[in-house]
């Protein structure tokens, strides 16, 4: 169970990490050491992961991105753990996620161009283990960027 006050500082955080503990403190009422207390047991219990930057793809000249449906040959826990640690090497595979439905697993990609997406499809997500079929659907317009969990 979450608290109140660290849901809003969860919020805080969410929005900008950057922020010091004593400028999230004074929004939710607490004082810079209270806050910063409190911060570090979010992250001791594992409530709070990490802390990064959210770059912008089409500034590092990511024009397209590829959700990709891939099926493997089997279930068994060492076809499913070869083809995860795989994919999680890679860096063009930005997520990865083992899904119901038609298709094993579901993978996030961005590319270049389309050239680029067809060297990544070729050489990178064919090369996986145990890839039986992979099926592609290009993001034509992102609506809504993920900018984090509702804290509730």
């Known amino acids: 169970m979450i608290e109140a006050t660290d849901r809003k500082i969860l919020s805080a955080l969410q929005m900008d990490s950057r922020r010091s503990a ?9 004082s810079a050491s209270a806050c910063h207390r409190r911060i570090r047991l979010l992250e001791d219990r594992g409530v709070i992961e990490g802390y990064g930057a959210r770059l912008n793809a ?10 990709v449906e891939v099926s493997l040959e089997g279930q068994s826990e060492a076809i499913l753990g070869a ?10 595979v930005l997520e990865c996620y083992l899904t119901t ?12 161009d389309t050239e680029d ?5 070729r050489r990178v997500i064919s090369g996986l283990p145990h890839v039986t079929r992979i099926q592609s659907s290009l993001v034509m317009k992102t609506v809504k960027r993920w900018r984090g969990y509702p804290v509730r």
């Open 83 to 92: 083809f995860e640690g795989a994919a999680d090497a890679r860096p063009e």
């Open 58 to 67: 089409e500034a590092l000249g990511y024009t397209v991105t590829f959700f």
């Open 101 to 112: 439905g038609n298709a094993d697993y579901v993978l996030k990609v961005a590319a270049l």
């Open 22 to 30: 004593a400028s999230i403190g004074e929004t939710v009422g607490l």
């Open 117 to 121: 997406f067809e060297r990544i499809h």
